[in-house]
């Protein structure tokens, strides 16, 4: 059973910093990429930051310059360190991963963290 599970949401102001974590387990799978999507009330779900498997990454242009993605494959744990926030990056955060065997696609998200920014 894949579990992936998000912490490291919280408040804080604007301009501070913090670090998500995305712990996966249960994974069988070769897995392509490892990704970072926000949805903010209101608003569809948005790809923030996501890592292949051979380490290259790409981000929304909103998160650019402040945001960034790594991955400890040992410890098959993604993180998000997140600085200079904006009330615009409230949102729940969610960790996606996308794999595949030779017969199929994998595609896992977890429950979310919230995050929230105060101006």
């Known amino acids: 059973q894949v579990r992936l599970v998000e912490s490291g949401g919280g408040l804080v102001q604007a301009g501070g910093s913090l670090r998500l974590s995305c712990a996966a387990s249960?994974?069988?799978?070769?897995?392509?990429?490892m990704g970072w999507y926000r949805q903010a009330p209101g608003k569809q779900r948005e790809l923030v930051a996501a890592?292949?498997?051979?380490?290259?990454?790409n981000y929304a242009d909103s998160a650019k310059g402040r945001f960034t993605i790594s991955r400890d494959n040992a410890k098959n744990t993604m993180y998000l360190q997140m600085n200079s926030l904006k009330p615009e990056d409230a949102a729940v955060y969610y960790c996606?991963?996308?794999?595949?065997?030779?017969?199929?696609?994998?595609?896992?998200w977890g429950r979310g963290t919230q995050v929230t920014v105060s101006s």
């Open positions: 996606n991963v996308y794999g595949r065997t030779w017969s199929r696609t994998y595609d896992y």
């Open positions: 890592i292949r498997s051979g380490g290259t990454t």
């Open positions: 249960g994974i069988t799978f070769s897995i392509d990429s």
